[in-house]
Antibody, heavy 113, light 106 residues
Framework: EVQMLESGGDLVQPGGSLRLSCAAS????????MSWVRQAPGKGLEWVSA????????YYTDSVKGRFTISRDNSKNTLYLQMSNLRADDTAVYFC??????WGQGTLVTVSS | DIQMTQSPSSLSASVGDRVTITCQAS??????INWYQQKPGKAPKLLIY???NLEAGVPSRFSGGGSGTDFTFTISSLQPEDVARYFC?????????FGQGTKLEI
């Protein structure tokens, strides 16, 4: 059974940093591209970033370029999102996703002073 | 970036009604559109992928169609458990943008 479990969400001050993790199981992790998608409270979904299976290529939405870094450790079946210079509009539930079919339950990031 | 214009933003219907939601892409995305259902506090759940393919385990009252720039998502006979928010997403070009969502009520 495919499972993804996000962690690392927290309350952080504007300008701060945070690293999210997504522990995956039930499939051959290294074979699949993985993504992060976020949802601000009461708002719609926003695709944030993606990384291919071997980690060689990464992609970002414009609003996070230069501030967020996606990475993966295929030996640990874990996806990461390093977030820096956080802003209030980064406040959201962050979901990790395997393709379009499988999503984690999300972890809440709140950026506030 | 490809813009996905979803309508309506909210919809109220009765049990047994046929319900249709539309998404229009700002450029040709072939068949690369997905439809998700999201209930409060939960992750989105894939219902339809590549415009018309029903995800495994999803009831057959859900269907999708279209190609190019204009797409539809239909519930043939609305059930009480279908109360949720529905989103379209294009998966043709990065970033994989979403529509703004449709809140469906009974």
């Amino acid at each position: 059974e495919v499972q993804m479990l996000e962690s690392g969400g927290d309350l952080v001050q504007p300008g701060g940093s945070l690293r999210l993790s997504c522990a995956a199981s039930g499939f051959t992790f290294s074979n699949y591209a993985m993504s992060w998608v976020r949802q601000a409270p009461g708002k719609g979904l926003e695709w944030v970033s993606a990384i291919i299976g071997n980690g060689a290529s990464t992609y970002y939405t414009d609003s996070v370029k230069g501030r967020f870094t996606i990475s993966r450790d295929n030996s640990k079946n874990t996806l990461y999102l390093q977030m820096s210079n956080l802003r209030a509009d980064d406040t959201a539930v962050y979901f990790c996703a395997k393709g379009k079919h499988f999503w984690g339950q999300g972890t809440l990031v709140t950026v506030s002073s | 970036d490809i813009q996905m214009t979803q309508s309506p933003s909210s919809l109220s219907a009765s049990v047994g009604d046929r319900v249709t939601i539309t998404c229009q892409a700002s450029q040709d995305i072939s068949i690369y559109i997905n439809w998700y259902q999201q209930k409060p506090g939960k992750a989105p759940k894939l219902l339809i992928y590549d415009a018309s393919n029903l995800e495994a385990g999803v009831p057959s009252r859900f269907s999708g169609g279209g190609s190019g720039t204009d797409f539809t998502f239909t519930i043939s006979s609305l059930q009480p458990e279908d109360v949720a928010r529905y989103f379209c997403q294009q998966s043709d070009n990065l970033p994989f943008t979403f529509g703004q969502g449709t809140k469906l009520e009974i």
